[in-house]
């Protein structure tokens, strides 16, 4: 079972994802951090398989954020999430070790769920043996 955490101040934008993930993985257990101490403390009791990261977060950057993250705990697959698509933001998520970076406002619900789709097979092919395409 995969468990997945939104990291994300707004609660509206929240439930969007969680019923999102949850209508085509219904097995899935999804939680919620609005900000970057409530997202720590949680990673830490649960170790997510994924979380979905913000960018604008009350006290601490999603950037920031997720360079902790994936410090302590390089295996767990981070998604940048935001409004704000520009070059800069998308280069410093890379720098700050975010395996994936989508834009809320060009990214449809089918495009993150394919996605999940995807980390979730690369996973499960991890578990019992090599990733596709190497020896």
Not at 8 to 22: G, I, N, V, W
Not at 36 to 55: N, R, S, T, Y
Not at 108 to 124: C, N, W
């Amino acid at each position: 079972m995969s468990k997945v955490l939104i990291v994300e101040d707004s609660a509206f934008y929240r439930q969007l994802l969680k019923e999102a993930l949850h209508s085509r993985f219904p097995s899935m257990d999804i939680f919620e951090a609005a900000d970057g101490k409530e997202a720590l403390q949680k990673i830490e009791a649960m170790l997510p398989d994924l979380v979905f990261m913000d960018i604008k977060l009350p006290g601490e950057s999603g950037l920031e954020l997720t360079q902790k993250i994936k410090t302590q705990y390089p295996d767990i697959i981070i998604t940048i999430l935001t409004a704000y698509d520009i070059p800069e933001y998308r280069e410093a998520a890379y720098q700050y070790k975010a395996d994936y970076f989508l834009s809320k406002g060009s990214t449809s619900k089918e495009d993150v769920l394919t996605l999940v789709d995807s980390i979730l097979s690369d996973r499960r092919v991890d578990n019992i043996g090599p990733k596709r395409g190497n020896p």
